[in-house]
């Protein structure tokens, strides 16, 4: 991260050099001044040349000179102001579609937020802190609504708990009052948008479904922000959106929160340490490493076309760096559409990924999470954090068509310490419909590596590694469960390994199913260590895959010399004990004596008759007779179903 602000910075400097060159500037001043000299001017060079000295040998905005912005050509502006709110917004507005550049040096906003204008970029020069010391309503740089063509880049933007991280709530549950009064809208770089409209001006109904002033362009890159009261960057209502290679901390909620912002491109930022939160009590305080949603909720403006507040749409989160969100969500959509979560680190958050619904209603708007994409994460739980839930939570609202969450693919992931004492499982996925659960490696999970709830239908649960699963408090251990009986999809081609627990309740755990509904589990499964069952209730699956596929079946020779087996899969021996009489041992025995079903058939000519008894878990034994009824020596078939 320092390297990338380091070359962002060295280009800007090479640009400063380029244009001192330009200018007729001699090479040693145009490219070895040092920062501040080339910035500030010096001794009577850059600052006279350019026509602006003041006859101190000091440039204009030098601390010992004025304030005035200097022209270094090609529509580029240098700032050369003061260090306050006054002499930054005074500066922004002359430099109103330009780059400006602020020199090194700590920046005091005491007098207010600085707007940044449309058509600008604004550019850190070495060593730039912006300090916003307000609580309450301030951040250090804002931008409008209805704003476009603006990039920040490079700067250290530091709130009034800078150092220390928010407070915690005085009574332990969410101070109302404190917020509104301290944390509310306390935000590094405020990209305002609907909820400002509403929020803050205070905009009536009628003005808020007359709106729109959409944003467009705006880029947030290689900055350190920390300490703000809420958010370190909102952005709200937003086409084109980038947040890339910023390092932020220590604010009380959000670290990147995205209303309604569509074509968003959130790579190579890190997160970390966000608290208190808002909202619900610990560990439900609400706080968002960075989040995709939309406005909704806490009003009466009826929005039930999603024009007020649209989802967020078409947005990537990719190679993020999320830790030590302890009381909810490190990556987060509120009903988003087409979001990808690729390639991030999750560490340590109570829910690594959350997908959620963004208004169930036709007042806030009925927006479920649609076409969703979690690949190549790597989300750790290991203890540091006090609280864990599950690292990928997928919650729809209900099974109707238009509130269902639908088309989700976790792929590829590794997921390791992440469950549920009491329900979650390290994923779960609650009212979705077409769910793709693929090529995951899970390791050490609490309860099950995956959960489903309520309705999940057509969904495929394929190649997962889930090795060792935690027994939870209530002494149970799940590889998949499918805690409802309203699924529909298939199990199959997965490994389950029990490695050191005391037991595993099941490696796939069903019920039985409603009308319409049911799981297949295939025998492609692999089931390692010890467990109560390999898959429980195995008789309720629709069409009963892994019942009715043959545990083991042989062509079985039986003379008085002994039994043999000529050919035949899934039988470690057969000893012959009498006349007529085979002892049949299983090479992997079922989950118990009655769910193990054979079938003999006899192959040497009518009247010849085989009967099953002393049926255990492990095997059985066969019982040949002739057209009498005596005991004989002849060959058989033999197949064994069960599970």
Partial sequence: MDQQQGMSRRAVLAGIGMAGLSLGLGATMAGGASVADTVYGQAGTIGNRLGHGNGNGKGNGHPEGGAELSDCGDGCRVFVSGFTYEDVQASLDAADGKTIL???????????????????????????????????????????PGSENITIDGFDLRGPWYGTGVPDWVNGDVDSA????????????????????????????????????????????????????????????????????????????DGIRMYGVVSAHIYANTV?????????????????????????????????????????????????????????????????????????????????????????????????????TVNGNTLVWDGDSPYRRAAVAAYGHDASDDLIGRNLTVCGNYITGYGGNATDGAVSVSNFAAVSVTGNVFTDCLRSALTLFNTVIDFTITGNVIDNVELTGYNVAYGVIV?????????????????????????????????????????????????????????????????????????????????????????????????????????????????????????????????????????????????????????????????
């Fill in 483 to 643: 805690q409802t009986k309203r699924a529909t999809g298939t199990v199959e081609g997965n490994t389950i390994r029990n490695r050191n627990q005391a037991t595993m309740s099941a490696g796939v755990s069903l019920q039985t199913p409603d009308p319409g509904f049911g799981v297949k589990v295939g025998r492609d499964n692999v089931f390692s260590g010890v467990m109560n069952a390999k898959v429980n209730t195995a008789g309720n699956e629709a069409g009963g895959s892994y019942f009715l596929t043959p545990h083991a079946y042989a062509n079985m020779e039986l003379t008085p010399s002994g039994a043999s087996i000529l050919a035949g899969k899934g039988i470690a021996a057969a000893l012959r004990t009498a006349v007529g009489e085979v002892e049949i041992t299983l090479k992997e025995a079922l989950s118990g004596n009655q769910t193990v079903i054979p079938q003999i058939t006899v192959k040497n000519g009518a009247g010849i008759a085989a009967s099953v008894s002393a049926v255990t878990s492990g095997g059985f034994k066969v019982y040949v007779t002739d057209a009498q009824g005596a005991a004989a020596d002849s060959g058989f078939y033999v197949t064994v179903h069960g599970y």
């Fill in 272 to 372: 970390s340490r966000l608290s208190p939160g808002y909202d619900g009590a610990k560990p439900n305080y609400n706080v968002y490493g960075i989040t995709a949603t939309r406005l909704y909720g806490s009003s009466s403006v009826p929005d039930p076309n999603l024009s007020v507040g649209r989802p967020s749409r078409d947005v990537d989160i990719i190679c993020n760096h999320v830790e030590l969100c302890s009381t909810w969500k490190g990556l987060d959509t509120h009903g988003g559409v087409n979001i990808r979560f690729i390639g991030n680190t999750v560490r340590n958050c109570y829910i690594a990924i959350g997908i959620d619904k963004g208004g169930i209603h036709d007042v806030h708007g009925k927006a479920p999470g649609r076409d969703l």
């Fill in 102 to 144: 602020f020199g090194p040096g700590v920046y005091t906003l005491s007098g207010g937020t600085p707007v940044v204008g449309s058509n600008t970029t604004v550019l850190a020069c070495g060593e730039v802190v912006i300090v916003q010391p307000n609580t309450g309503k301030h951040a250090a740089f804002a931008i409008a």
């Fill in 178 to 253: 404190l917020w509104n009064a301290s944390y509310a809208e306390n935000i590094g770089i405020d990209i305002r948008g609907r909820w400002y409209q509403r929020q803050v001006l205070g905009y009536p109904p009628a003005q808020m479904q007359a709106l729109t002033d959409v944003s467009r362009h705006i880029t947030i890159r290689n900055c350190r922000i920390e300490g703000f009261g809420q958010s370190a960057v909102i952005a709200d209502q937003i086409d084109d959106f980038t947040a890339a290679h910023n390092r932020i901390r220590r604010c009380g909620r």
